[in-house]
């Protein structure tokens, strides 16, 4: 089971957009999030999504109504609305809605250090959508320190590097250079290409570059 969190403004289209490129099946949950007590436009425009996402097979979407002015009321919130789903896969799909619902569902999926996610859906024409693996907010939480951050630092500075070569930059045995890398590996900062060398990811180089 998936757990996705959308912000919900005006309208619908965006969240239905984010639904159906995500491939939400109907096993999955979807909360709509808006600052309560919830505008008419917006009463409309969870309605009409509600309708288009029977029509089309995708979960029947949740409305949390949150008080937007109490920022760290509505923090424990959502906090409260994650707890109900520990085992969930969860996506927050930002682009619509007012921007304060972005900062507090950032700030209580932070702040339970749950990895997620993110899926970026532009509200306007041209501009791309983005897509965040889990694995970056799993990095930021735990850190990479200590050989994990010398081999990885090795990595960057030199794409491509044989695991023999960390090793002996580093002075450390071959199986401690691999252990580090099949960690980094798990949490997307390197890849093995080709076979036996080591490849830094956008992720590492923006994070650690």
């Known amino acids: 089971m998936r757990l996705f969190i959308v912000p919900l403004g005006f309208h619908e289209d965006i969240v239905l957009r984010a639904l159906i490129r995500l491939g939400a099946q109907p096993g999955d949950v979807v909360y709509t999030v808006t600052c309560g007590p919830a505008a008419e436009a917006v009463k409309r425009a969870f309605e009409s999504l509600q309708a288009q996402c029977l029509r089309q097979g995708l979960p029947e979407p949740k409305l949390l109504e949150l008080n937007c002015r109490d920022f760290y009321g509505s923090i424990r ?49 041209g501009a791309s959508v983005v ?3 889990n694995t970056l907010f799993r990095v930021m939480y735990e850190g990479v320190r200590g050989i994990r951050e010398k081999v990885l630092r090795k990595v960057i500075e030199n794409p491509g590097i044989a695991v023999k070569e960390i090793s002996q930059m580093l ?4 199986k401690t250079v691999q252990n580090a890398l099949t960690w980094l590996k798990e949490r ?11 490849r830094p990811t956008e992720i590492a180089v923006a994070l650690y570059g």
């Not at 969930?88 to 619902?101: D, K, N, P």
């Not at 002075?171 to 071959?174: H, K």
């Not at 997307?188 to 080591?198: I, Q």
């Open 131 to 133: 897509d965040v693996p």
């Open 77 to 125: 919130a959502v906090r409260s609305t994650l707890s109900e789903y520990g085992e969930a896969e969860v996506f927050f799909c930002s682009g619509g809605g007012l921007r304060i619902l972005t900062h507090i569902v950032e700030v209580a999926l932070f702040v339970t250090r749950r990895p997620f996610n993110l899926h970026y859906e532009p509200e306007g024409e």
């Open 171 to 174: 002075g450390v045995e071959e």
């Open 188 to 198: 997307g900062l390197v890849v093995r290409k080709p076979k036996g060398r080591a």
